[in-house]
């Protein structure tokens, strides 16, 4: 989960979104996007979708860690 919220939070940062934005964007909340970057909750399957989208990326992009 850690690893994924790292990963999370560098695509966000590459598309010059703070969380907020994407926040708003994927209408889940701010402290939820910040949860998942600390790595602190698992995120569901339809969220990975919204934020994939919010993102103009493919889920398994989420998934790209090492």
């Known amino acids: 989960m850690e690893a994924f919220g790292k990963n999370l939070k560098a695509l966000r940062n590459d598309a010059e979104l703070s969380q907020e934005d994407l ?12 949860r998942i970057e ?7 399957i ?3 979708f919204v934020l994939a989208k919010a ?3 493919e889920v398994r992009d989420l998934f790209d860690f090492k």
């Open 55 to 57: 993102l103009n990326i």
């Open 38 to 44: 600390r790595g602190e909750i698992n995120t569901t």
């Open 46 to 48: 339809s969220t990975l």
């Open 23 to 34: 926040a708003n964007d994927c209408d889940i909340s701010i402290s939820q996007i910040g």
